[in-house]
């Protein structure tokens, strides 16, 4: 492992541990300027292929999931943390799926069940531009489902 600091190639691991999502977090010392570093490893999955509306296939990307989450989120009182582990829930729902293609449809929703738990107003922001609201009708029925769900566990 190259130093990020001066470059050497030689450098020996002080800890090593789990990371919640399957990584293995290891601290590392250069033998050459004796400066501290972390790298992770993780396996590598095979491609997981997204079928989008249009029919085309592309590999999963879980840089476009967490774009489309922060974008929602934008100006809410998420942590960077939350969206995190969104995004890590995502990405490991894919890879687990005994299929190697998923519909776009299925990330969709797996999406706006994650940001239903986390900000609903969030959740509204990304379902309008999943679902491509058409009218305001279908916005208040969208809003409507949301507030009948907030009732239930009152009830």
Known sequence: ??????????SRVVDSRPT???AIRRRRECEGCQKRFT???KIEMLPVFIIKKDKRREAFDAAKVRNGILKACEKRPVS?????????????????QPEQEVTSDQI????????????E???????????????????????????????????
């Open 39 to 41: 790298t992770y490893e």
């Open 80 to 96: 960077l943390e939350e969206i995190e582990k969104l995004v890590q829930h995502v990405e490991t729902s894919v890879c687990r």
């Open 20 to 22: 919640e999502d399957g």
């Open 121 to 155: 107003v969030a959740y509204i922001r990304f379902a309008s531009v999943y679902r491509q609201f058409k009218d305001v009708q279908s916005f208040m029925q969208e809003l409507q489902q949301l507030l009948d769900a907030q009732k239930k566990p009152e009830e």
């Open 1 to 10: 492992m190259r130093c990020i600091y001066c470059g050497c190639s030689e």
């Open 108 to 119: 969709g929703l797996l999406i706006m069940d994650g940001l239903k738990n986390l900000d």
